[in-house]
Structures are given as structure tokens and as C-alpha cells.
């Protein structure tokens, strides 16, 4: 577990054309794949991340919303922004759809970013192998 400060720290914006809540969303969605947030964590306030970042508090929000819809972050009213519990695994016809439309939904960022797929899909698998041998 990291500080909200260690994790301030680490957000960086690039000139790049993209969008500064992709931007973020991106950056924290690192973290915690990387398991530097993990579940239960409290995650810094959209106002510190504005502050700290120079940027419109509503830019972050937009940020964290995203984060919230796609499960990564459970919002608390009072508390805060905690990193969510990873979803219970899906089975059958709903795992496959589902992972066939993560899938298409990475090969078109891939695209957009002008990554070569077969090399994301490489780096996916040595990922996978990493994670599969850290819980042996």
C-alpha cells in the first residue's frame, strides 16, 4: 500500500493530445494493476489530485467516474474513493463475450496509440505468467 501522497507523487500529464482524464484514469488503472493501489485503498481526493495536478477539479471527476463505472473504484459518501475488490470471476457464454469485448476494446486503444497488437498480445501473456507464478 502506497500513501495518497506516494501516489500524487507518481501522476504525471504529457502533452500528447490525450485527454487528461484518460490521462489519469490510465495512470491509476497502472497503479493498481501493478499493485501499487490495491483493494481497500483509499484513493487521494479529487481535490488533491486537481490541486497537486494543476487541473479542473470536474477533469478528475470525470476521471474517477470512469474508474467507478468500470469497477475499479467504489465511491463512499464521506469517506472517500476506495479501490474496489476485483469482480468475481464470470463463467461460460458471459465469460467469453465479455473477454471477447475486452479484447476489442484493447486492440482499439492499441490502435490508437499505434501499438502493434501482436506485441501487446505478447506482453499480455508474459503479464499473465508473471501474476500466475507470484501466486504459486
Known amino acids: 500500500m502506497h500513501t495518497q501522497q506516494q501516489i500524487l507523487d507518481t501522476l504525471r500529464l504529457e502533452q500528447t493530445g490525450v485527454?487528461?482524464?484518460?490521462?489519469?484514469?490510465?495512470?491509476?488503472?497502472r497503479a493498481?494493476?501493478?499493485g501499487a493501489l490495491t483493494?481497500?485503498?483509499?484513493?487521494p481526493t479529487m481535490r488533491q489530485v486537481a490541486v497537486a495536478l494543476r487541473v479542473d477539479l470536474n477533469t478528475v471527476r470525470h476521471?474517477?467516474?470512469d474508474l467507478e463505472k468500470l469497477g475499479a473504484?467504489?465511491?463512499?459518501?464521506?469517506?472517500?474513493?476506495?479501490v474496489a475488490e476485483p469482480a468475481a470471476a464470470l463463467a461460460g457464454d458471459v465469460h467469453e463475450s465479455e473477454t471477447d469485448n475486452l479484447a476489442r476494446q484493447t486492440l482499439?486503444?492499441?490502435?490508437?496509440?499505434?501499438?502493434?497488437p501482436l506485441a501487446l498480445a505478447n506482453r499480455i501473456a508474459a503479464l499473465a505468467a508473471e501474476k500466475e507464478e507470484e501466486f504459486r
Do not use: H, K
Open 32 to 34: 493498481m494493476g501493478a
Open 73 to 82: 473504484l467504489v465511491l463512499v459518501r464521506g469517506r472517500g474513493s476506495f
Open 108 to 116: 482499439a486503444a492499441a490502435a490508437a496509440r499505434g501499438v502493434d
Open 39 to 43: 483493494p481497500g485503498d483509499q484513493m
Open 63 to 65: 476521471a474517477y467516474d
Open 19 to 29: 485527454p487528461i482524464y484518460v490521462q489519469l484514469r490510465e495512470q491509476f488503472l
